[in-house]
């Protein structure tokens, strides 16, 4: 919540309670309040707009003005029963906050970010039926600077794309509840140049779960970015739930199911390919400094080392870029199935699986069976660790949705009681860790890093003696 809606809040409920409890003690100064809460809701309203969660408080705050009824009447009763009722609403509604807290990434570095939206003139778009659309790539990148000033001249990017033009359900999250997400504070500065650096930065490329707008990955990607990454955070055009193409066409989900499939397990094998793509694409941007920003500086940033970093169905795209691209040196998957021939695969760089609590996630064999082989088989190095008590949305902000209250309830419905904000610092760590050997040659114990958090276990993985060299 910003501020101004606390404040808004704090100050209609105190004059329901005057209304209720003591309505004829002090009048004059009840009316001055009133008059006080009025231009005040009349700021809130002209600043941030109108939002849903709002409007139990302009109910109650019009309801304060009215005149005390007679005390002992029906309708008195009747009048304090409601006041309470649409009290407890005002607080209510707001287990959804209008504008929702993201922690500030606790890293070293303050962080810039820019938006880039590529098109792939090789390749045809795979979701449209127009011959002439091409394939886009939507990436948001991430990176330490040492301006820690916002710029006066540079507008804030907003939080997810689309905002006024948003599909009527965003991952199943009705859209008007998110009216007001452009407010939410990222903790970056737009534009901002790269910090200076004795060596190239370190590039990640991390990819969402399927469906998942790369704005609920924020919280996360700014832990990492905050320990001295650079990181591209991607959408997948028509299969993210919304993203902004480079002509400003906002576009949602569309999956595309041939004649014949009984699943969608055929449509994901193919949209595992397109991925794929996707980040070879931008690993391919990395090399043209005509494709990056002037701040950002390409020169600074090692494009041919990178790491591929993904959540749920991105967690497989990292996998088979890994396999597929000898400028990908690594890759961690959190909590991903890995689909088609992918298990089968041998690794030569170093994979990581990160994973949330089986007895909360309930992993599908699938996941267990194809990440059980991928590790196990991997010519390079392979690490499991497992973070009790996280479910499978820990990793993104969709937690961060709810207020603390509701986060709770959440929690003691699907699991999760770890919280996002804890998760996510244990995993930007022990990824930090798993990275910094493969993509800068220094050392790390990995192994330390995530004993440091209780409840994270696991380790390296030994290899399998029926592996098929």
Same mark, same amino acid.
């Given at each position: 919540?910003?501020?101004?809606?606390?404040?808004?809040?704090?100050?209609?409920?105190?004059?329901?309670?005057?209304?209720?409890?003591?309505?004829?003690?002090?009048?004059?100064?009840?009316?001055?309040?009133?008059?006080?809460?009025?231009?005040?809701?009349?700021?809130?309203?002209?600043?941030?707009?109108?939002?849903?969660?709002?409007?139990?408080?302009?109910?109650?705050?019009?309801?304060?003005?009215?005149?005390?009824?007679?005390?002992?009447?029906?309708?008195?009763?009747?009048?304090?029963?409601?006041?309470?009722?649409?009290?407890?609403?005002?607080?209510?509604?707001?287990?959804?906050?209008?504008?929702?807290?993201?922690?500030?990434?606790?890293?070293?570095?303050?962080?810039?970010?820019?938006?880039?939206?590529?098109?792939?003139?090789?390749?045809?778009?795979?979701?449209?039926?127009?011959?002439?659309?091409?394939?886009?790539?939507?990436?948001?990148?991430?990176?330490?600077?040492?301006?820690?000033?916002?710029?006066?001249?540079?507008?804030?990017?907003?939080?997810?794309?689309?905002?006024?033009?948003?599909?009527?359900?965003?991952?199943?999250?009705?859209?008007?509840?998110?009216?007001?997400?452009?407010?939410?504070?990222?903790?970056?500065?737009?534009?901002?140049?790269?910090?200076?650096?004795?060596?190239?930065?370190?590039?990640?490329?991390?990819?969402?779960?399927?469906?998942?707008?790369?704005?609920?990955?924020?919280?996360?990607?700014?832990?990492?970015?905050?320990?001295?990454?650079?990181?591209?955070?991607?959408?997948?055009?028509?299969?993210?739930?919304?993203?902004?193409?480079?002509?400003?066409?906002?576009?949602?989900?569309?999956?595309?199911?041939?004649?014949?499939?009984?699943?969608?397990?055929?449509?994901?094998?193919?949209?595992?390919?397109?991925?794929?793509?996707?980040?070879?694409?931008?690993?391919?941007?990395?090399?043209?400094?005509?494709?990056?920003?002037?701040?950002?500086?390409?020169?600074?940033?090692?494009?041919?080392?990178?790491?591929?970093?993904?959540?749920?169905?991105?967690?497989?795209?990292?996998?088979?870029?890994?396999?597929?691209?000898?400028?990908?040196?690594?890759?961690?998957?959190?909590?991903?199935?890995?689909?088609? =021939?992918?298990?089968?695969?041998? %690794?030569? +760089? $170093? #994979?990581?699986?990160?994973? /949330? !609590?089986? @007895?909360?996630?309930?992993? *599908?064999?699938?996941?267990?069976?194809?990440?059980?082989?991928?590790?196990?088989?991997?010519?390079?190095?392979?690490?499991?660790?497992?973070?009790?008590?996280?479910?499978?949305?820990?990793?993104?902000?969709?937690?961060?949705?709810?207020?603390?209250?509701?986060?709770?309830?959440?929690?003691?419905?699907?699991?999760?009681?770890?919280?996002?904000?804890?998760?996510?610092?244990?995993?930007? =760590?022990?990824?930090?860790?798993? %990275?910094? +050997? $493969? #993509?800068?040659?220094?050392? /790390? !114990?990995? @192994?330390?890093?995530?004993? *440091?958090?209780?409840?994270?276990?696991?380790?390296?993985?030994?290899?399998?003696?029926?592996?098929?060299?």
């Amino acid at each position: 919540m910003l501020i101004l809606d606390v404040i808004l809040l704090a100050v209609v409920l105190a004059l329901a309670a005057w209304r209720m409890l003591a309505p004829a003690w002090q009048s004059r100064l009840r009316i001055a309040v009133i008059g006080f809460a009025l231009l005040l809701a009349a700021a809130q309203w002209t600043l941030y707009g109108y939002t849903w969660q709002n409007l139990p408080a302009y109910l109650l705050l019009a309801l304060s003005a009215l005149p005390p009824m007679r005390t002992g009447s029906a309708l008195h009763w009747i009048g304090r029963i409601g006041f309470a009722g649409i009290a407890a609403m005002c607080v209510g509604v707001w287990i959804l906050p209008a504008v929702p807290t993201l922690p500030q990434p606790d890293g070293r570095y303050a962080l810039g970010t820019q938006i880039f939206r590529w098109t792939d003139a090789s390749r045809d778009e795979p979701h449209t039926e127009d011959t002439t659309d091409h394939r886009s790539v939507i990436a948001q990148v991430w990176y330490p600077t040492d301006s820690r000033e916002p710029s006066g001249d540079v507008a804030r990017l907003a939080y997810i794309d689309g905002i006024g033009s948003l599909p009527s359900t965003v991952s199943v999250m009705p859209s008007f509840l998110m009216r007001r997400y452009d407010q939410i504070d990222t903790h970056a500065e737009p534009m901002a140049p790269l910090a200076p650096s004795n060596q190239s930065w370190p590039v990640v490329i991390f990819s969402p779960g399927y469906g998942a707008p790369r704005a609920v990955y924020t919280g996360l990607v700014t832990q990492l970015a905050s320990r001295g990454f650079v990181v591209f955070l991607l959408d997948h055009p028509f299969e993210s739930a919304v993203t902004a193409l480079p002509d400003g066409q906002v576009v949602g989900t569309q999956e595309i199911v041939l004649p014949g499939e009984q699943d969608l397990i055929p449509y994901m094998v193919r949209e595992q390919t397109v991925r794929t793509a996707d980040v070879r694409f931008v690993i391919d941007q990395l090399a043209h400094p005509e494709a990056l920003s002037p701040s950002l500086q390409s020169e600074r940033i090692d494009g041919l080392r990178v790491a591929v970093i993904g959540h749920s169905f991105g967690g497989a795209a990292a996998i088979s870029a890994l396999s597929e691209d000898p400028r990908v040196v690594a890759a961690a998957n959190i909590d991903g199935t890995p689909y088609g =021939d992918l298990p089968d695969r041998q %690794l030569a +760089g $170093p #994979l990581l699986l990160v994973q /949330s !609590d089986y @007895a909360e996630t309930r992993h *599908s064999d699938l996941f267990l069976n194809g990440n059980g082989n991928l590790l196990g088989c991997a010519t390079a190095e392979s690490f499991r660790f497992e973070i009790t008590r996280a479910n499978h949305y820990s990793f993104t902000d969709a937690p961060f949705f709810f207020a603390p209250p509701g986060r709770w309830l959440l929690a003691q419905v699907i699991g999760g009681e770890r919280g996002p904000a804890e998760t996510q610092k244990a995993t930007a =760590d022990i990824l930090t860790a798993f %990275l910094i +050997g $493969p #993509l800068t040659g220094a050392a /790390s !114990d990995l @192994a330390a890093m995530a004993a *440091s958090y209780p409840g994270v276990v696991g380790g390296a993985v030994e290899r399998k003696t029926d592996c098929q060299d």
